[in-house]
């Protein structure tokens, strides 16, 4: 059985450490560290990108920061930038107007053919919804509850 590869955005390595008092936000911590916890069992692989390690690098406050670092020490695949990369995302950017950050997490999660793309971020996963990007797009708690009910 092919091992499924999942690409999380930095909204994912950083809701853990959000306001957990929202439903919502705590629901969503908690996919996030379930999901992770299968990519340390080996049951999926999670990937690590040139994107994410720059965003996490921007995380001011060094606690959180090496907490967030904690959980990206779960990644096993590393994406590295590139021409095709950054081509598809100033497309994506174009295409669905959305941030180049969020452009740029879409094009490397398409590159490195992940099997599902992961954020919490609401407003960019409706606009990634309507790409025409072959990656499946899901918020992570609503992604785990379709994969533990639906096998």
């Known amino acids: 059985m092919k091992k499924l590869k999942i690409?999380?955005?930095?909204?994912c390595f950083n809701r853990p450490f959000d306001d957990l008092s929202?439903?919502?936000?705590?629901f969503?911590?908690?996919a996030v560290l379930a999901i992770l916890?299968?990519?340390d069992d080996g049951v999926w692989s999670v990937f690590k990108?040139?994107?994410?390690?720059?965003?996490?690098?921007?995380?001011?406050n060094s606690f959180k920061k090496l907490k967030v670092l904690m959980l990206y020490s779960s990644a096993s695949m590393h994406i590295e930038?590139?021409?095709?990369?950054?081509?598809?995302?100033?497309?994506l950017q174009h295409k669905i107007n959305i941030k180049p950050f969020d452009a740029l997490h879409l094009a490397s999660a398409e590159y490195g053919d992940a099997d599902i793309f992961l954020t919490t971020d609401k407003k960019f996963?409706?606009?990634a919804t309507e790409s025409d990007s072959k990656i499946k797009i899901a918020n992570p708690a609503v992604w785990l509850m379709e994969v533990m009910f639906n096998g």
Not at 7 to 11: K, P, W
Not at 22 to 26: A, G, I
Not at 81 to 91: D, F, H, L, M, S
Request: aromatic share 2%.
């Open 28 to 30: 969503e911590c908690e």
């Open 37 to 39: 916890k299968n990519c």
């Open 7 to 11: 690409y999380l955005d930095s909204c």
């Open 125 to 127: 996963l409706n606009r």
């Open 49 to 60: 990108s040139d994107i994410l390690d720059d965003e996490i690098d921007r995380i001011i």
């Open 22 to 26: 929202q439903d919502k936000v705590r």
């Open 81 to 91: 930038i590139n021409g095709q990369i950054i081509t598809r995302a100033k497309e």
